[in-house]
């Protein structure tokens, strides 16, 4: 499995944009990787994890289109990862010779309230809107999307919906996508125990990075959980672990995470990086 980092920072970007805290400044100034986008990941280049503002500038980014993808799967309804208003250039006059003759999207009510709601203020086109098909789906409950088993998993996030992170599986390797969340619930642990497959690539929340609230991990946190994960035999020595989510409020530049992140065996992503497991 190949996965690609579309999107690599918290909430309101990295710098944000009304911005002008020292973070932002330092982040601004040394460009490249401290240069963070809106949360979203592509799988194998075909399946898509969040719908962010952004999704067309990394489009943009990565010289591809979206036409093809025919699974998208929805962690919550925070705009950094889910702007349905975008979906109404997905055919008619806006989008031709698409491969994907529908989208289907997976996600808690919420994902479909918002979607729903969104279109009835701001109507679409029929065609569109039929090519959209929308899943509800519940945490611990798997369902197949293509060629992958998709586990939802529950999130310590986003207290007021029933915030989804997931297991994607392919037949023969996992990925365990754990953003955003805080330290996961001993509920969800117990569940990845009994999951009965290694993980070969485990990508972490860390937007808290040096700070501690509800919600989201810390980079301790995360350290702490690539060590359990390890221990209790859910990953081996050659799994792959990525953090992710990185906000200016506990962070510095790329550079900076990547020192504290030194000898931990994690990735520090960036925009458009590469992970294949
Ligand atoms: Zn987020
Ligand atoms: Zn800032
Ligand atoms: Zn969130």
Redesign the pocket.
Known sequence: MELKILGSG??EGYPALFCECEHCKAARKAGGKSLRSL?QTLIDGKLLIDLPAATHAHCLAGSFSLGHVEHLLITHT?A??YVPEILDTRGGGFAHNMAAKKLNIYGNKDVTRRFNGTFELFPIGKEIRESIVLHEVHAFEPFTAGEYKITPIKACHAFEEDALNYIIDNGKTALLYLV?SGYPYEETLEYLKSYGKKFGCVVMDATRGDAYYKGHMNFEENKKLKAYLLQEGMCDCTAKFVVT?ITHNHAGTHEEVEKYFAGSGIIVAYDGCDVKF
Request: glycine share 24%; net charge negative; hydrophobic share 0%.
């Open positions: 918290g909430g949360s925070h950094d990862h955003d989510h």
